[in-house]
């Protein structure tokens, strides 16, 4: 009987798989790191089945929350489906969808401001304009490459990930202060963000450089992330405009569900809403 076993050479052709299928790098890192957790879980020469993964995934719901273990689940069963191993994989936990953001991880616009007065006092230019950029426009992390000195001359900026792209539209004042930004580094054309070596700055330059940061800037560095500022984009958008389709279409989100995500409430702003009601007498 064939037995299942996890092999350097398939998590080195399921690696190939997912750049093929053009997967962003930290999701590469992740579902590759997922799978070499499970075959850590097995007992040396243990073939994977149902049974094993779904001891595993009990396991991780006695460790985790609902969506990390859900998170785990996914790389897992994307692994099996390239595999052709359908019938190991299984279902996710079921949670109740989440009805407010936790505000211990929130960046709230003030602390923004004290990151932007930190890198302004520290003289880290390229980190204060990567700042405004990453909160001003909404894009990923792994699209500021896409934010080039010939996408500031066109006042917009044409970004791809996972296999579909989307136009950013730059304002006419972050045009402005990167192009002075750029004639003052002497980059005359590619990325505008790039490391001593000239390679795009990626995940890991900008949460070293986030993380160093915080401690001057008095902000708690839970809150202070690259994707936060994704999240601050939103909030502060649909505090605006409340229109989640446009906002949706921005992000570059298929569903309003995922948007849903960014501009949750917090437990505080709801009492106060509802306080406001003046239906307790």
């Known amino acids: 009987m064939y037995q299942r076993t996890i092999t350097k050479a398939t998590l080195t052709a399921f690696h190939r798989h997912l750049q ?3 997967r962003r790098p930290a999701t590469i890192a992740k579902y590759l790191r997922e799978v070499q957790d499970f075959a850590r879980h097995l ?4 073939p994977v089945e149902k049974e094993t993964v779904l001891a595993w995934k009990a396991a991780l719901a006695r460790r985790y929350a609902a969506g990390t273990v859900n998170g785990k689940l996914a790389a897992l069963n994307t ?24 505000p211990g991880r929130e960046l709230h616009k003030g602390d923004y401001l004290r990151l932007l007065a930190a890198a302004k006092g520290a003289g880290n230019w390229r980190l204060y304009y990567l700042m405004e950029t990453l909160a001003s426009t909404g ?20 970004v ?31 990325p505008v963000f790039v490391t001593r070596t000239g390679r795009p700055m990626d995940r890991s330059n900008i949460w070293k450089e986030l993380h160093t940061l915080c401690q001057t800037a008095g902000v708690e560095a839970k809150r202070v992330f690259p994707h936060n500022f994704r999240h601050l984009f939103a909030q502060a958008f649909y505090a605006l405009e409340k229109d989640i389709a446009k906002l949706a279409d921005l992000l570059g989100h298929a569903s309003v569900e995922t948007t849903r995500i960014y ?19």
């Open 79 to 102: 692994f099996f489906a390239f595999l052709g191993w359908g019938e190991c994989r299984v279902k996710p936990l079921r949670r109740q969808r989440e009805l407010f953001r936790d």
């Open 139 to 158: 894009i990923r992390v792994s699209e500021l490459k896409f934010v080039t000195v010939q996408a500031l001359h066109a006042g917009r900026a044409w």
């Open 43 to 46: 007992k040396p020469g243990q």
């Open 160 to 190: 791809e990930g996972k296999g579909k792209g989307r136009l950013v539209l730059l304002t006419p004042k972050l045009c402005r202060v990167l192009a002075k930004y750029c004639r003052q580094r002497g980059i005359t054309a590619g």
């Open 20 to 22: 093929e299928a053009e």
């Open 263 to 281: 501009i949750m409430e917090s437990g505080a702003e709801h009492r106060r809403q509802v306080e406001r009601l003046g239906l307790v007498v």
